[in-house]
């Protein structure tokens, strides 16, 4: 699979950055990721917007325009042969003389076969814990997962398929994925603040807004049991339903139908926007 | 300069990850770092320790003892000929699959050219300023410092040396160093939990208690302001003066008594233990 690394198309195997980035040394890298559907990116220019926003955030500069980094990502689609692709763009801190302080930042972009989450994941949903933490720079897609892939023997133990963070009762995001609730008087609510602004979540916001009311606002713990449906978004889990969350069961155990009604919208809205950007070309 | 690379030696410019390891893709690395006096390791025990602790932290496994890595240190300050060298030791989480889960480790351990403080640094001390954040997972010594690197410019601009993190009033840690205070009735004070256990800070605890009163407790920022002398442990800053916080000025503004007795201490010890080991071989 061809690689995209500062300015050169490499094969997979030379795609290694040296131990003195400060990637490897502080943590200090920022990426996005988004996935085709029969070829055509989805949602590709959304995800541009937020990895240049993320890099900013950093202090760091993409030396690519967007027609530029577009042009790349066609070229390595057309490299991998792939119709169902995830593309991830990475930027680095760079090689730092002093270990600290961010230099030229360093640009990989890969593209790999995308695993998407099924219309039989939607149907089984989602078990899921809660665990108190706050990810640091919320806004900005950085690299650092650290607590959650620390928290992944935890979920196997309690057979846990994801974990909701919350931090002084408010609940925010899943470590790779928005959370929205439906209430009992039937209002969709996603929280609002320090939290990573998904492309899923825009646009399941947007397809909901011509649905029923809708709510960007801080959720209690208490809130969030009591829902009558749950459900996260992503790039590669499109919508699941969140069907238990700890010990609790939400509404009767099943995908509800304000979920069911979104992730149909969704599915079409992807599928529509794929066929309509082939028949442009 | 030779690098260790999982089991071989290798040259720096073969020192290199490839992108799919998850230290690249979500930050997820341990390491340590120690340096030498007159070509011994000092405090080496020490840093292993806590090395092995970090990785059985993050639930990963170093595949070497101690006496293996202490055989390869030994080779590759060898290699280097420095007499005052760095040593870094890294485990990585490895080539994961799906970019998310913990695979084999990656060991790297690479030897450089150290710089530490000198008695200039010492006289002239630090302007530092305080900002509320609490490190995650903080006992590990982890390669996040996302928020460290982050606030780079934000100290440029205060003309400050470095900065003090505290939360919910109570004062924790420097990015790299410890922080100790000394209050009107001439007790040395350092806090105990949500801090990164440093070796420098473990040995002038064991200095300071043959000397004055010691105690590990929280701190808070009012009691920072107005302690008679505050100062930083770290590796290579060993002892350094904290002589303007924010805009408040400590003491009279210059290294005090106990600040110079612990450090004339520490540097003692340093040198013994340099001397005492070259004396062994």
Redesign the interface.
């Known amino acids: 699979m061809a690689?995209y690394f500062n300015d050169q198309f490499v094969s997979n195997?030379e795609?290694?950055?040296?131990?003195?980035d400060?990637?490897?040394?502080?943590?200090?890298?920022v990426f996005d990721f988004f996935r085709t559907v029969n070829g055509v990116p989805l949602f590709m220019d959304d995800h541009l917007d937020r990895f240049y926003a993320s890099a900013a955030g950093?202090?760091m500069t993409i030396n690519k325009n967007r027609e530029e980094l577009k042009a790349i990502v066609q070229e390595l689609l057309q490299r991998s042969s792939l119709s169902e692709a995830g593309i991830r763009l990475?930027l680095?801190?760079g090689y730092s003389a002093d270990s600290?302080?961010?230099m030229t930042p360093n640009l990989?972009i890969?593209c790999n076969p995308a695993k998407t989450a099924t219309a039989d994941d939607f149907e089984k949903g989602y078990s899921v814990i809660t665990y108190e933490?706050q990810r640091?720079?919320p806004h900005i897609k950085?690299?650092?997962?650290?607590?959650?892939?620390?928290l992944?023997?935890l979920l196997k133990e309690k057979g846990a398929d994801d974990v909701l963070y919350h931090y002084n009762n408010i609940i925010t995001e899943f470590p790779r994925s928005n959370v929205f609730i439906v209430t009992a008087d039937n209002i969709l609510v996603t929280p609002a603040r320090n939290i990573l602004y998904g492309i899923t979540r825009k646009h399941v916001l947007s397809l909901a807004a011509g649905y029923l009311p809708v709510e960007e606002r801080d959720i209690t713990l208490p809130e969030l049991m009591n829902a009558t449906e749950v459900f996260l978004t992503s790039t590669t889990k499109k919508i699941i339903p969140v069907l238990h969350i700890d010990n609790n069961t939400i509404g009767n155990g099943k995908p509800g139908p304000v979920t069911r009604e979104l992730y149909r919208q969704l599915t079409t809205l992807q599928t529509n926007l794929a066929a309509n950007e082939q028949n442009c070309h």
């Open positions: 690689v195997e795609a290694k950055l040296h131990v003195a400060l990637s490897l040394q502080r943590g200090y890298a950093l202090y990475m680095t801190g600290y302080h961010s990989i890969t933490h640091q720079l950085s690299i650092n997962y650290l607590v959650a892939v620390w992944q023997p």
